[in-house]
């Protein structure tokens, strides 16, 4: 595999796969895509399920009749990822009422070349245990990615997106799948693997706060690369922040471009 620009495709791919997916599970047929940019409506209010995706650089009258214009009229929040390596003129977007936030390093590896370590530190032995979601488990997953909103208004919104994947069948969300770590029987930490048609995506780890520094996230995203090892994919993309970038080195990911991120709120 390159890394280069068709590296970081898988990532932009994956991404817009996924923000399209979540989006249809709770408003089908919501997801459209222009010539540039895939724009995903979840029917929530959420920058986290709204979602549009843009892999080149474009007037911007055109993202705001297509993306700004359209949830700005439903007085709905929604992120924008920009994966174009030329980047956009960010005053502009902010006349647009897009405010930048912090860029992510999207990250690729070819999965054969992953190297997952599953032993424990000596604390943990015993006490951490990690496995598959189940429908019942989904109430403390959606706890754990709802303590990172700190009480804001989106927290009640993603709260509401796994309550209502409680209401659909395993196989409607296949290609989603949560991950949760307990200690001691107790919810600590979570993460989700997406399957793309070509890439297999690491999202959404969250460590409790109160257990952060104990090794559990390390030992939680091992285990999510034990999993990928024993899938069909042959790739794997994540969005990590640049400085967390080294236990993903340390594994086998490359470094393979930035991904931009804005956030609308009417």
């Not at 006490?127 to 927290?155: M, P, W």
């Amino acid at each position: 595999m390159k890394y280069s620009l068709s590296a970081k495709n898988l990532v932009c791919r994956n991404l817009e796969s996924r923000a399209s997916y979540c989006a249809s599970l709770l408003n089908p047929d919501h997801t459209k895509e222009i010539t540039g940019v895939l724009r995903s409506d979840s029917g929530l209010l959420s920058y986290t399920f709204n979602q549009a995706v843009t892999n080149a650089v474009m007037p911007e009258r055109i993202l705001q009749r297509f993306v700004v214009d359209y949830f700005a009229e439903r007085h709905s929040p929604f992120t924008l990822w920009h994966t174009a390596n030329k980047a956009f003129d960010d005053s502009s977007l902010a006349e647009l009422g897009l405010k930048r936030g912090p860029s992510l390093v999207a990250m690729a590896v070819e999965v054969q070349r992953l190297a997952a370590d599953e032993s424990l530190p000596e604390a943990l032995r015993d006490k951490l245990t990690i496995a598959q979601v189940r429908v019942d488990d989904l109430d403390d997953y959606a706890e754990l990615q709802v303590s990172l909103f700190n009480g804001s208004r989106e927290g009640p919104q993603v709260r509401k997106f796994y309550q209502r994947l409680k209401e659909l069948p395993d196989q409607k969300r296949s290609r989603l799948k949560f991950y949760l770590a307990r200690l001691d029987g107790e919810a600590v930490a979570g993460g989700c693997l997406f399957a793309s048609a070509d890439a297999l995506g690491f999202y959404d780890q969250v460590t409790a706060e109160a257990h952060r520094g104990q090794g559990i996230g390390r030992a939680l995203f091992h285990h999510l690369v034990a999993q990928a090892l024993h899938s069909h994919h042959k790739y794997a993309v994540v969005l990590v922040p640049e400085n967390r970038q080294q236990l993903l080195l340390d594994i086998g990911f490359f470094a393979v471009g930035e991904v931009a991120s804005y956030r609308f709120e009417p």
